[in-house]
């Protein structure tokens, strides 16, 4: 596997990710993470966001072991979450297609919230910054497959540091 963006680089890019959305979001906000991918990221991010925010967390899978969305994505959120006037925070690991991200704001945006923006560690270059008008993001990416700092492949490689190209895909 062949490292594509370091643990230095990932770090830094939080911290500028912090500052940004400590200036722009409301500081009453709940931020939202999506497991299992993004559970290194919410916590590195979390802590470089200023006030007091909510925290709360959604599962969301899709891609079984392919590394091509399947399309079908299934989502698991408590109902003893309440979104109803808040201002959310999405923070996610990736948006490839946008499938699972159309399906999570689909679901919320039914309980009215008062306002829904979007951090994604990755985006894969598509059409996603013109589609989600309160996107914020870590870096654009190719159409590789990666794993490491949260992302799987199978369940494996989410513990490591750095995020690494899937050479066999
Ligand atoms: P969609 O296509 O719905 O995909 O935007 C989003 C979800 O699919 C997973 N995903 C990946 N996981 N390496 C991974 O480990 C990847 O390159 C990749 N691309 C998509 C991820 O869970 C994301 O939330
Ligand atoms: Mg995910």
């Known amino acids: 596997m062949r490292v ?4 230095n680089e990932i770090q830094k890019r939080i ?3 912090g500052r940004e959305l400590s200036e722009k979001l409301p500081a009453d906000i709940l931020l939202v993470g999506i497991l ?5 990221f ?3 991010l979390v802590r470089t966001i200023s006030g007091n925010p909510e925290i709360q967390f959604i599962q969301a899978s899709s891609y079984g072991s392919a590394t091509v969305s399947s399309g ?5 959120i408590s109902n003893k979450i309440s979104f109803s006037g808040k201002h959310i925070l999405i923070i996610e690991d990736i948006i490839d297609t946008g499938l699972t991200l159309d399906k999570i704001l689909a679901d919320i945006q ?3 919230p008062a306002s829904i923006s979007i951090c994604s560690l990755l985006i894969k270059k598509g059409d996603h910054k013109e589609k989600y008008p309160s996107l914020f993001y870590g870096f654009e990416i190719e159409d590789l497959f990666v ?3 949260g992302l ?3 369940e494996k490689y989410r513990t490591l540091r750095d995020i690494f190209i899937l050479e066999s895909t």
């Open 4 to 7: 594509l963006i370091s643990e």
């Open 72 to 76: 079908n994505v299934d989502l698991q």
């Open 36 to 40: 299992k991918g993004s559970f290194l």
């Open 152 to 154: 799987d492949y199978n």
């Open 15 to 17: 911290q500028e990710l």
């Open 147 to 149: 794993v490491g700092y």
């Open 110 to 112: 039914k309980t009215s």
């Open 42 to 44: 919410f916590a590195d």
